[in-house]
């Protein structure tokens, strides 16, 4: 090649510009372009891993020239382009250089305009990543931090403990890790980079979920691993007739709900094949796209960085049912209401330390009249097992502990789907919402509440602290003190949303945490 070669951005990155040096015997003439330079240094102080990847091939290419392998000198634009790209179009042409690529678009433009452009088809690798050689059969996350012991989470749902699996990892070798999975990902047809973000890099490569984390948002390089450790069937959750009936014919608001590690998103792919094996046609909505569902299952990201883009989408395509994995933010639970009135069958997998929280977690973010047509089956799992089973239903009457005929108001029963016996109401209470446990009768079985009663207003979020009226109290997030303060004459404490207690205990409702008034 007796010309002069002006790399772009993705020989650079992907490693193939230096292949190509070392394929050749003859000394390459290498121009490089300034604005691959200035575009690998903003994506490395943004902590992409592309930025770094990039970085470490321009070493590497100093290194040649350092050798004699080849002549290396950096060019600058000699005109104005609007797009790095055109830059390096204008840096061959102007020197009668070839542009060498790997951006498919990038040699079309240059091939359009005349420019001698070789297209090197996108680098590959077979191998899998050493990190994935971590994980065994009962590992489901391995956790490996650059100057720290690397540890993997081993035993099964409900159970695992976590076990030393190296001493000491230090940063050359996470690096190297990083540099392979990122560069399996963009190879391999399973793998997507889901989400590249200042100091984080997202990744799913067919069941491995990654998360790359570096300074500035890290205190360090960190890599994390996780992968399901099982695939079930709903025949192995031993359904009820009634339950598994109404799963096939009347649910179609279903919320399955559960802490971190308790089998939701496992229950959640049994379902989904369920329904596909039913001839229903079936989506899902995730970010990271990790559920491991057949290829008839099309799994949609947030459209454009949105998950209301990706609902107008499927509303087209009209899919019997979609799994919404997971919602967190109020954005997600409205785009759940709006999908739902638009008569989607859908469910949704959210965390909550309780079936009731679950449900709580709706309020404030949908009208309190329309939630039993939002959802109306809870499934709540515990250690990969169901726990309890809601129904929810609207009604008109007088509320539970109220006595008085013209106090009657809609009211939602939440109701456990066996027994058919009411254990919550919720209704409007001025400018509250209320969710009240029913008592068991005498002679039934009671279980103390192991969490707080919570209502959430537009100003306020009030706890009952029953039996504690006029009293000093402790309040409590996941065992740990909070706040005191004290209850009115009615048991309750009122806090506004603007305070600090206000905000943690938003915080800890949308993370599911258990609340206690001690």
């Known amino acids: 090649m007796a010309k002069p070669i002006v790399p772009d951005t993705s020989v650079i990155i992907d490693g193939r510009i230096t292949e190509l040096i070392r394929e050749n015997k003859e000394q390459l003439e290498i121009l490089l372009p300034q604005a691959i330079i200035r575009e690998l240094e903003a994506q490395a102080n943004e902590g992409r891993e592309i930025g770094f990847e990039g970085l470490r091939e321009l070493k590497a290419l100093r290194d040649l020239a350092a050798g004699g392998k080849i002549r290396l000198s950096y060019k600058e634009a000699g005109r104005p382009a609007k797009t790095a790209d055109e830059e390096i179009r204008n840096i061959a042409e102007d020197n009668g250089a070839v542009l060498v690529t790997s951006d498919f678009v990038q040699h079309l433009v240059a091939d359009s305009k005349g420019l001698d452009v070789r297209y090197l088809e996108p680098k590959t690798r077979k191998t899998e990543p050493s990190a994935f050689k971590l994980l065994d059969e009962?590992?489901?996350?391995?956790?490996?931090?650059?100057?720290?012991?690397?540890?993997?989470?081993?035993?099964?749902?409900?159970?695992?403990?976590?076990?030393?699996?190296?001493?000491?990892?230090?940063?050359?070798?996470?690096?190297?890790?990083?540099?392979?999975?990122?560069?399996?990902?963009?190879?391999?047809?399973?793998?997507?980079?889901?989400?590249?973000?200042?100091?984080?890099?997202?990744?799913?490569?067919?069941?491995?979920?990654?998360?790359?984390?570096?300074?500035?948002?890290?205190?360090?390089?960190?890599?994390?691993?996780?992968?399901?450790?099982?695939?079930?069937?709903?025949?192995?959750?031993?359904?009820?007739?009634?339950?598994?009936?109404?799963?096939?014919?009347?649910?179609?608001?279903?919320?399955?709900?559960?802490?971190?590690?308790?089998?939701?998103?496992?229950?959640?792919?049994?379902?989904?094949?369920?329904?596909?094996q039913k001839g229903k046609v079936v989506k899902t909505m995730e970010q990271p796209r990790d559920l491991q569902v057949s290829d008839e299952i099309t799994q949609y990201a947030p459209l454009e960085g949105s998950m209301e883009k990706t609902a107008d989408i499927l509303l087209l395509v009209r899919p019997d049912y979609t799994l919404f994995d997971e919602l967190r933010k109020t954005s997600d639970f409205t785009v759940f209401a709006d999908m739902r009135l638009a008569g989607v069958g859908l469910v949704g997998v959210t965390?909550?330390?309780?079936?009731?929280?679950?449900?709580?977690?709706?309020?404030?973010?949908?009208?309190?009249?329309?939630?039993?047509?939002?959802?109306?089956?809870?499934?709540?799992?515990?250690?990969?097992?169901?726990?309890?089973?809601?129904?929810?239903?609207?009604?008109?009457?007088?509320?539970?502990?109220?006595?008085?005929?013209?106090?009657?108001?809609?009211?939602?029963e939440v109701k456990d789907f066996e027994s058919g016996r009411p254990e919550y109401e919720m209704y409007s209470y001025g400018e509250e919402v209320v969710v009240i446990p029913i008592k068991q009768r005498k002679g039934q079985s009671a279980e103390k509440p192991d969490s707080a009663e919570i209502s959430v207003s537009a100003n306020h979020i009030t706890l009952y602290a029953g039996g504690r009226q006029g009293k000093s109290v402790s309040i409590m997030l996941d065992g740990e003190y909070l706040a005191s303060a004290r209850a009115d004459r009615r048991g309750r404490i009122k806090l506004r949303k603007n305070s600090q207690p206000g905000r943690a205990l938003l915080d800890a409702i949308e993370k599911g945490k258990k609340i206690q008034v001690q």
């Open 351 to 412: 965390h909550a330390s309780k079936a009731i929280d679950a449900i709580q977690r709706l309020v404030g973010r949908v009208e309190l009249g329309i939630i039993p047509h939002v959802v109306d089956t809870v499934i709540f799992l515990k250690a990969g097992a169901l726990e309890k089973v809601y129904e929810l239903a609207m009604t008109v009457k007088v509320p539970y502990g109220m006595t008085e005929s013209d106090l009657s108001r809609p009211v939602i």
């Open 138 to 276: 009962t590992t489901m996350s391995v956790h490996l931090k650059e100057n720290t012991p690397a540890y993997a989470k081993k035993g099964h749902i409900g159970r695992f403990e976590l076990v030393k699996i190296i001493n000491h990892v230090d940063r050359k070798t996470i690096e190297g890790y990083a540099k392979e999975i990122i560069e399996y990902a963009k190879s391999d047809v399973r793998g997507y980079i889901e989400s590249q973000q200042k100091g984080a890099t997202v990744i799913q490569q067919d069941k491995y979920r990654i998360v790359l984390t570096r300074p500035p948002f890290s205190d360090g390089i960190e890599i994390t691993i996780v992968k399901p450790l099982v695939k079930t069937r709903l025949e192995d959750y031993r359904l009820s007739e009634k339950l598994l009936k109404r799963l096939e014919s009347h649910a179609e608001g279903i919320f399955v709900a559960g802490s971190p590690g308790a089998g939701k998103s496992t229950f959640v792919q049994a379902l989904a094949e369920h329904y596909r």
